[in-house]
């Protein structure tokens, strides 16, 4: 009963936090992007992308990092990889154990909304972090398109989360 009870109670959660850091680990082209010299269209790219969400208990942070890699659509099926970028934002979360409780498994329950937002948040800066990369390169029509996060997780109001 205890945990239904708190997992309702996230519905109505205000989540304060802070953005402590929001940087481009890495960019890269690849060999086949730097010799390529002919204009890819527009509807030509597609994005393949990873987040990973983490809990620090201690600090009570959150950090998401970003793995994304840019490919050229081809008629083959078969896709050339462009370029990879890697970025990382950490957030500090003023009402950590407001939002963070733990199950009957020892298991913390991140409200839904708190990863949908990390996980925003994160998106928004590396498509931009892209932009900016791509700027100066055959590759900046490239344009990292807008994502539903509430698509990426599970229906529910707390994800489970193992230590």
């Keep these: 009963m205890s945990k239904q ?11 304060s936090l802070s953005i402590l850091e929001c940087r481009c680990l890495s960019f890269s082209l690849t060999d086949y ?17 990873t987040l990973n969400f983490n809990l ?14 840019l490919f050229e659509k081809k008629e083959d099926k078969i896709n050339l ?9 950490l957030f500090s979360l003023a009402n950590y154990d407001e ?4 199950n009957d498994n020892d298991e913390s329950l991140i409200p839904a909304p708190l990863i949908e937002l990390c996980n925003g948040i994160t998106l928004s800066s ?11 390169t055959l ?8 994502v539903d996060i509430k698509k990426l997780l599970p229906n529910q109001p707390a994800i489970p989360f193992k230590h």
């Design 126 to 136: 590396a498509r931009g972090m892209f932009s900016v990369k791509a700027e100066d």
């Design 56 to 69: 620090n208990h201690i600090s009570k942070q959150v950090r998401v990092n970003f793995f994304s890699k």
């Design 99 to 102: 939002i963070i409780v733990k």
């Design 81 to 89: 990889q462009l370029a990879e970028l890697n970025a990382t934002t």
């Design 139 to 146: 590759y900046s029509n490239a344009v990292f398109s807008l």
């Design 5 to 15: 009870i708190k997992l309702n109670a996230y519905k109505d959660i205000q989540i």
């Design 33 to 49: 992007a730097v010799k390529n010299k002919t204009p890819i269209e527009i509807n030509n790219y597609e994005f393949s992308f």
